[in-house]
């Protein structure tokens, strides 16, 4: 059974920065997209930032530009969010997930397959 387990969400203050982490079990990573989701309360779950099998393509959400970076590590079967210059909006609950495949279509949550429970953002101002 593949399991996805997020770290590293926690408080911080806006302008302040967190790394985000993700392991996946019983997949193998360097075969599959991976991406970072989030949804806040009252809102629908959206694509943060995706990235394919090995790295080579990329996708920001545009809000998330120039302050997000997406990392992979396939030896280390891990994915990384980093999050610099955080905004109050940033506040949600975030999750990894992992797609069947080696490409993340849309970044949307319907592409992918695998998901971990969340690890929750918060920015205060």
């Known amino acids: 059974q593949v399991q996805v387990v997020e770290s590293g969400g926690g408080l911080v203050q806006a302008g302040g920065s967190l790394r985000l982490s993700c392991t996946v079990s019983e997949l193998t990573f360097g075969n599959n997209a991976m991406g970072w989701f989030r949804q806040a309360p009252g809102k629908e779950r959206e694509g943060v930032s995706c990235?394919?099998?090995?790295?080579?393509?990329?996708y920001y959400v545009d809000y998330v530009k120039g302050r997000f970076t997406l990392s992979r590590d396939n030896v280390k079967k891990t994915l990384y969010l980093q999050m610099n210059s955080l905004k109050t909006e940033d506040t949600a609950m975030y999750y990894c997930?992992?797609?069947?495949?080696?490409?993340?279509?849309?970044?949307?949550?319907?592409?992918?397959?695998?998901w971990g429970q969340g690890t929750q953002v918060t920015v205060s101002s």
């Open positions: 990235i394919s099998y090995r790295g080579g393509s990329l």
């Open positions: 997930a992992a797609a069947r495949g080696p490409y993340y279509g849309n970044c949307k949550p319907a592409d992918f397959n695998y």
